[in-house]
């Protein structure tokens, strides 16, 4: 099991930046596909970025060049930090977990991540 719990939303105005992290407990070695994807009111739940060690991240085409998605082995800590924020970014993000084809081709594959947080509002005015 893995348990991830997301800090940092809050609010901001557009142009502004945020940063989200993402500490990881349990059995994270078995989960080396880490992402932050999305959800916002009456839409689908999106990916956003991914990343796993020793390979280039994954960007969603609306925040690439905006958001940097890192991580802290050591501290198991997954990051988001998020620029040149957008009203359109206003959304729940979730942080998760998983093992398999974590992303590929410019998608990445939803089904692969097991493990989720209870997410964290971010809300970006104009």
């Known amino acids: 099991q893995v348990q991830l719990v997301e800090s940092g939303g809050g609010s901001a105005q557009a142009g502004g930046s945020l940063r989200l992290s993402c500490s990881a407990s349990?059995?994270?070695?078995?989960?080396?596909?880490m992402g932050w994807f999305r959800q916002a009111p009456g839409k689908e739940r999106e990916g956003v970025a991914a990343?796993?060690?020793?390979?280039?991240?994954w960007y969603s085409d609306s925040v690439k060049g905006r958001f940097t998605i890192s991580q802290d082995n050591a501290k198991k800590t997954l990051y988001l930090q998020m620029n040149i924020l957008k009203p359109e970014d206003t959304a729940v993000y979730y942080c998760?977990?998983?093992?398999?084809?974590?992303?590929?081709?410019?998608?990445?594959?939803?089904?692969?991540?097991?493990?989720w947080g209870q997410g964290t509002q971010v809300t970006v005015s104009s």
């Open positions: 998760a977990a998983g093992r398999g084809y974590c992303y590929s081709g410019g998608k990445i594959f939803a089904d692969t991540y097991r493990y």
């Open positions: 349990g059995y994270t070695y078995s989960t080396p596909c």
């Open positions: 990343i796993v060690t020793g390979d280039r991240p």
